[in-house]
């Protein structure tokens, strides 16, 4: 019987991919591998953004290679998760930065679910 896939795991893989299937602790540990890959790559080469403008361009020249091995060893929807969260984060970082300097003071907040400090 020929398929589309040559075999049981090349089935599975996909279907980790699309998000049809949960991945094992495994395949997490591959993808996550993959993704820290992907980012040494972008570290290396100044890039944040790698889904937009510059950003994607210069990714998409000196980091395609990792970029793929991302693609192929994480579902779809945790690689762009990954790529919006490096700049989320990057971001944050940046405002957390430019609040200390600014000496801003610190505001602890609660939640209503939150009990109160004693």
Wanted: hydrophobic fraction near 30%.
């Amino acid at each position: 019987m020929f398929g589309f896939f040559s075999s049981q795991e090349d089935k599975r893989k996909e279907e980790v991919r699309t998000g049809a299937r949960a991945p094992d602790r495994s395949e997490r540990r591959l993808c996550w591998d993959a993704r820290d890959n992907f980012y040494k790559c972008l570290d290396k080469h100044e890039v944040i953004d790698s889904l937009n403008g510059k950003g994607k361009a210069t990714a998409d020249k000196h980091c395609a290679q990792e970029d793929v091995a991302f693609n192929d060893n994480c579902a779809t929807a945790w690689v762009t998760y990954f790529k919006k969260y490096r700049v989320a984060d990057y971001q944050k970082k940046i405002t957390l930065e430019r609040l200390k300097h600014e000496n801003a003071s610190k505001v602890d907040m609660q939640g209503p679910g939150d009990s109160p400090a004693r």
